[in-house]
């Protein structure tokens, strides 16, 4: 079995989390800061590669209601460009309130408000990664 990847877009950092090999837990691996478009989807598609993932988990923000709003499309935008890039499948994982968790779980581990704001986006990318393997494993 390979690694999995999750995403968690955001507009200045992408969260980056993987699995373990056996595809059973997520980790938090970097808060990427983004740089350019053709740079950010290099990046993701030669660490994807380099990792021998097989499977790209991205975070999908719906509304709380469950309606698309412009993130949405964001991200299926961001998606499509990533595929000229890579041919690893792309699948999306409701990501309404990993944010809020991630805050909530940096917070219980008594983690600094200077430190969070560094790590956020990571957490919640394992947070979207470990959603994934809870429901597909």
């Given at each position: 079995?390979?690694?999995?990847?999750?995403?968690d877009?955001?507009?200045?950092n992408?969260?980056?989390?993987?699995?373990?090999?056996?595809?059973?837990?997520?980790s938090?691996?970097?808060?990427?800061?983004?740089?350019?478009?053709?740079?950010d989807?290099?990046?993701?598609?030669?660490?994807?590669?380099?990792?021998?993932?097989?499977?790209?988990?991205?975070?999908?923000?719906?509304?709380?209601?469950?309606?698309?709003?412009?993130?949405?499309?964001?991200?299926?935008?961001?998606?499509?460009?990533?595929?000229k890039?890579?041919?690893?499948?792309?699948?999306?994982?409701?990501?309404?309130?990993?944010?809020?968790s991630?805050?909530?779980?940096?917070?219980?581990?008594?983690?600094?408000?200077?430190?969070?704001?560094?790590?956020?986006?990571?957490?919640a990318?394992?947070?979207?990664?470990?959603?994934?393997?809870?429901?597909?494993y």
């Amino acid at each position: 079995m390979a690694r999995k990847m999750g995403l968690d877009l955001g507009n200045v950092n992408i969260g980056i989390a993987f699995s373990d090999p056996m595809a059973m837990f997520a980790s938090g691996f970097v808060n990427y800061r983004r740089r350019s478009l053709e740079q950010d989807l290099r990046y993701i598609a030669d660490m994807a590669k380099d990792k021998g993932v097989d499977t790209i988990v991205v975070g999908l923000p719906k509304n709380m209601d469950g309606t698309d709003g412009e993130r949405v499309q964001f991200t299926y935008d961001f998606c499509a460009e990533l595929k000229k890039y890579t041919s690893i499948p792309i699948v999306y994982q409701d990501e309404r309130l990993t944010t809020v968790s991630a805050e909530k779980l940096l917070i219980s581990a008594d983690v600094r408000r200077e430190k969070r704001k560094k790590v956020i986006d990571e957490v919640a990318a394992s947070i979207i990664l470990q959603n994934y393997l809870d429901k597909k494993y």
